[in-house]
């Protein structure tokens, strides 16, 4: 399948969409595939998981208002040769894909932004207490309105 160079930041993983998915319906998925599910608050977290050709050790799937709103993959590892390949790759396929939505690379060259105007994309690569890679997804109307309410919360 080709994916045209303008085509939106995309917004459906797993067959779930941002902004519409239950917590409820994704769990049942990935139970279904026998996939060990944790639950931490308004996040379900996913061991092993296939996205983008690559293997990833952690799937989180945030949810505001019992609806999918942010989505991220995560790998960890104490080798940076072996993420340093695949920061290669992803930021090339990702930067191929979503050329036209780059925002800007904030505070470092290991971390890029993407906005199609309602999807936010980023890639991250950083080191804490081992390398961590990493591809978040979010709704951004969702996202603030979701900061807005804990803001008001204080």
Same mark, same amino acid.
């Given at each position: 399948?080709?994916?045209?160079?303008?085509?939106?930041?995309?917004?459906?993983?797993?067959?779930?969409?941002?902004?519409?998915?239950?917590?409820?319906?994704?769990?049942?998925?990935?139970?279904?595939?026998?996939?060990?599910?944790?639950?931490?608050?308004?996040?379900?977290?996913?061991?092993?998981?296939?996205? +983008?050709?690559?293997?990833? =050790?952690?799937? /989180?799937?945030?949810?505001? !208002?019992?609806? %999918?709103?942010?989505? $991220? &993959?995560?790998?960890?590892?104490?080798?940076?040769?072996?993420?340093?390949?695949?920061?290669?790759?992803?930021?090339?396929?990702?930067?191929?894909?979503?050329?036209?939505?780059?925002?800007?690379?904030?505070?470092?060259?290991?971390?890029?932004?993407?906005?199609? +105007?309602?999807?936010?994309? =980023?890639?991250? /690569?950083?080191?804490?207490? !081992?390398?961590? %890679?990493?591809?978040? $997804? &979010?709704?951004?109307?969702?996202?603030?309105?979701?900061?807005?309410?804990?803001?008001?919360?204080?």
């Amino acid at each position: 399948m080709a994916i045209s160079a303008n085509a939106q930041i995309q917004r459906t993983f797993y067959g779930f969409k941002l902004g519409l998915s239950t917590k409820t319906e994704m769990t049942n998925h990935f139970k279904a595939r026998g996939n060990n599910v944790r639950y931490l608050d308004n996040t379900i977290a996913v061991d092993d998981v296939i996205f +983008g050709g690559m293997k990833w =050790n952690e799937f /989180y799937a945030d949810y505001y !208002k019992n609806k %999918l709103y942010r989505m $991220y &993959f995560l790998i960890s590892s104490y080798s940076k040769d072996k993420l340093d390949t695949m920061w290669d790759i992803l930021n090339r396929r990702i930067g191929k894909k979503y050329a036209s939505y780059y925002v800007n690379s904030k505070s470092s060259e290991k971390e890029k932004w993407y906005y199609d +105007g309602k999807t936010v994309c =980023n890639l991250k /690569y950083e080191y804490e207490d !081992k390398w961590y %890679l990493a591809i978040i $997804y &979010f709704d951004e109307k969702m996202y603030n309105q979701k900061n807005d309410e804990e803001e008001n919360e204080l």
